[in-house]
């Protein structure tokens, strides 16, 4: 009995704590090889770079948890800003006006383009992943198309100044992330809705059998990634002080690699946001320290792949654990 008791303990370790000791490796290594690691500027550095990644990995975990995939963060992202970079640069709109309708217009077009993701591919029962490429096209069309290619500036000073703003040292952006994060587990945790996307990525069928619908819950799962990806989308802008059309390319890859890296799995129904913040950190501090060592932009990209694939190496081994604790 105590052999077996040790083998969960074991096995629930491997599960839930490896990504966490994996992290710290990482930065024990990092702050070893480069100095200049530890420093406050560049920890504030890493902080607000994770930022966006970990805002759209919170909603990607979402739609994956129902068993599906949204390859078209990236490109919708880069049509709420474009949308809501041309209302903040409407004349006749004050300050404060401009920037709440702004906003409003990002979260609207995440929410409408993530539900239509969610509904076609659930009541047609088309791939997640062809729904959603379809929709990376036609989101970058539109961005183009809003913006005629051209990049949107000069926003209202009370809106750039939330890209700069830090708390203790800690930047504001990275913070609410965090806040984010927190109320995504609170409602995966805490709520019936967040209890149905964890059965229905585990079995849709016996969902269904139970009475359910799974086309509601799985429309609303992409919702909420889309909801997410307005949010990443005025954060960057406030970062960046500009909405370009051709922003986010490769960001839905990066917010995969941190879901699958934190420990979601890909065929759903199991993962926690705890482990998409804790694979979006590893993608991070990878990120800065190989920058710090002064490895290649090239190299960097191969590193990230190798690890991507490592992650999903150990999911494998990770679920066959599962089936036997």
């Not at 990644?53 to 909603?59: D, F, Y």
């Not at 922003?247 to 998409?276: K, Y």
């Amino acid at each position: 009995m105590p052999s077996s008791s040790s083998g969960v303990l074991v096995r629930r370790i491997l599960r839930e704590a490896g990504i966490g000791l994996a992290l710290l490796v990482m930065v024990l290594f990092f702050a070893a090889v480069a100095p200049s690691f530890t420093t406050h500027e560049n920890i504030a550095n890493i902080l607000t770079q994770i930022t966006i990644n970990l805002i759209l990995a919170t909603g990607m975990t979402f739609a994956i948890l129902v068993g599906g995939i949204d390859l078209s963060v990236g490109a919708v992202m880069a049509l709420c800003a474009v949308i809501a970079g041309t209302v903040l640069k409407q004349d006749s709109l004050s300050d404060p006006e401009a920037i709440g309708l702004g906003i409003l217009a990002s979260l609207l077009v995440g929410m409408a383009c993530g539900g239509l993701n969610g509904f076609v591919s659930s009541f047609w029962g088309i791939p997640a992943f062809i729904v959603t490429l379809g929709m990376l096209n036609i989101a970058r069309g539109g961005a183009l198309e809003v913006t005629n290619a051209r990049t949107i500036y000069d926003f209202p000073d009370p809106f750039n100044a939330f890209g700069t703003m830090s708390l203790l040292g800690v930047p504001v952006m990275f913070l609410l992330a965090l806040a984010l994060l927190g109320i995504g587990w609170l409602v995966l945790t805490r709520t019936v809705f967040g209890r149905m996307i964890y059965a229905i990525g585990n079995n849709e069928e016996a969902v269904r059998l139970s009475g359910h619908r799974p086309l509601v819950t799985k429309v609303l799962a992409f919702t909420v990634t889309g909801l997410f990806v307005g949010i990443a989308a005025i954060v960057y802008m406030t970062r960046l002080t500009i909405a370009n059309p051709i922003l986010g390319i490769g960001f839905e890859l990066n917010a995969i690699a941190a879901v699958i890296i934190g420990g979601t799995s890909l065929s759903g129904g199991r993962g926690s946001l705890v482990g998409t913040l804790l694979g979006a950190a590893i993608i991070g501090v990878l990120a800065n320290g190989l920058i710090l060592m002064g490895v290649s932009d090239f190299f960097r990209q191969i590193v990230t792949g190798v690890v991507i694939i490592l992650a999903v190496i150990l999911d494998s081994y990770r679920a066959r654990l599962s089936l036997r604790g």
